[in-house]
Nanobody, 122 residues
Framework: QVQLVESGGGLVQAGGSLRVSCAAS????????MAWFRQAPGKGREFVAAISWSGGRTYYVDSVKGRFTISRDNAKITVYLQMNSLKLEDTAVYYC???????????????WGQGTQVTVSS
């Protein structure tokens, strides 16, 4: 019943901006916290940001603080990641995830989307 679908990825120049979205179906907004992870080729899945639906709290990995913003639209059960001042090292497949608590550990999330590619060029 639960499905997460990411969209909005693409090619962007360094210093530019991009917003990726994750639409959830079969998932109550008050039941799960949401997060964004990313994975570059040959690397492990890295935590990027998380948001608590009930508390409105947000969390970010240090490397994206001040540049990325996670937000939610509970009416549409959708989570967003606004990415500004993009750097080459931000290039990765970005995944959204749903879990019982906000965590930086990918193993704490039960549901995952298929990912959307974000490529930052010079």
């Amino acid at each position: 019943q639960v499905q997460l679908v990411e969209s909005g990825g693409g090619l962007v120049q360094a210093g530019g901006s991009l917003r990726v979205s994750c639409a959830a179906s079969g998932l109550a907004s008050s039941t799960y916290d949401m997060a964004w992870f990313r994975q570059a080729p040959g690397k492990g899945r890295e935590f990027v940001a998380a948001i608590s639906w009930s508390g409105g709290r947000t969390y970010y990995v240090d490397s994206v603080k001040g540049r990325f913003t996670i937000s939610r639209d509970n009416a549409k059960i959708t989570v967003y990641l606004q990415m500004n001042s993009l750097k080459l090292e931000d290039t990765a497949v970005y995944y959204c995830a749903a879990g019982r608590t906000s965590s930086s550990n990918y193993r704490d999330y039960r549901y995952w989307g298929q990912g959307t590619q974000v490529t930052v060029s010079s």
